[in-house]
């Protein structure tokens, strides 16, 4: 009798997210492109808090390119409507930033809709039903990068692997030193804003390291 075979997972990725803040654009594209170039990186969300839609669009439009000329998907945070009109290749909803169908019908059915979960399996579930690419949980850490609601146990990791099928995300205080744990505990992508952008070897060294992290 033969053993049925099952198929391994994909090696988790890193999936970068940008500063809420970036007073100067033309220096953090610099700084993205160096990122970009030193490892292997899933997608970039554009994460600019508490600006004028006219900074949103100007963001994306100098940073979207970099990203994706090397096959890196560029999420935007919150705005589905912004990331229609700005071309990006998808959104990224906190609980109260409306709904996935909407998302989707305003995106399109190749579009790549993301979820925050918190640390709730049941949240996960309802975006996973209502037809969300992926979901994220978190925070696993203490993070600088935004207010801690929701602290999340590596074990919500582990059972979602288990028993759904779209991807997860771990985000929240995630480095270097603590990525690998996530990567085993069942995150298929990773999220880093603070660990990359504040590294003190610079951003491409975090990228690096993450990676090898990832891989070990």
Partial sequence: MSKTTVPARPPCRLYLITPPAVPDLTAFAGQLAQALESGDVAALQIRLKDVPDAEV????????????????????????????????????????????????????????????????????????????????????????????????????????????????????????????????AGADFVAVSGAVWSHPGGPAEAVRALNAALRG
């Fill in 57 to 184: 669009r100007r963001a994306v439009e100098v940073l979207a390119p970099l990203a994706q000329a090397r096959d890196v998907a560029v999420i935007l945070n919150d705005r589905a409507d912004l990331a229609k009109v700005t071309g990006c290749d998808g959104v990224h909803l906190g609980q109260q930033d409306g709904s996935v169908a909407e998302a989707r019908r305003l995106l399109g059915p190749d579009a790549m809709i993301g979820v925050t979960c918190h640390d709730s399996r049941h949240l996960a579930m309802e975006a996973a039903e209502a037809g969300a690419d992926y979901v994220a949980f978190g925070a696993f850490y203490p993070t600088a990068t935004k207010a801690v609601e929701h602290t999340a146990s590596p074990d919500v990791l582990t059972i979602w692997q288990e028993t759904m099928e779209i991807p997860c995300v771990a985000i929240g205080g995630l480095n270097a030193t603590n990525a690998g744990a996530m990567a085993a």
